[in-house]
Nanobody, 124 residues
Framework: HVQLVESGGGSVQAGGSLRLSCEVS????????IGWFRQYPGKEREGLAA???????QYSNSAKGRSTISRDYTKTTLYLQMDSLKPEDTAMYYC???????????????????WGQGTQVTVS
């Protein structure tokens, strides 16, 4: 099965930057897509950015132009670069793996996903 481990979170001042990492290992049947999600306390987990089956970037409206997704294919590591951080960015961040639908990453919350343990980001 797929295993994901996030890291890189922490406490930063407003206006600072962080680069989150997600190490991916294992495998599942079918074509897989990988992405990043954010969750505020007491709220539903929301999608931020993802890579489709061709490695192309997809961004949700929640990304707001301040996050960039990338992947080091030699290390099977997924990254999320976050710049100009604001207090509103304080949340738990998760990476996820799922079967691609028609080669794209679906944000549908009903889909079955493999999740990492999450990494906390705190901006003050």
């Amino acid at each position: 099965h797929v295993q994901l481990v996030e890291s890189g979170g922490g406490s930063v001042q407003a206006g600072g930057s962080l680069r989150l990492s997600c190490e991916v290992s294992g495998s599942i049947d079918g074509t897989n897509c990988i992405g990043w999600f954010r969750q505020y306390p007491g709220k539903e987990r929301e999608g931020l950015a993802a890579l489709d089956s061709d490695g192309r970037m997809q961004y949700s409206n929640s990304a707001k132009g301040r996050s960039t997704i990338s992947r080091d294919y030699t290390k099977t590591t997924l990254y999320l670069q976050m710049d100009s951080l604001k207090p509103e960015d304080t949340a738990m961040y998760y990476c996820a793996a799922q079967l691609c639908t028609l080669g794209t990453f679906s944000w549908d919350s009903s889909l079955d996903r493999y999740w990492g343990q999450g990494t906390q980001v705190t901006v003050s």
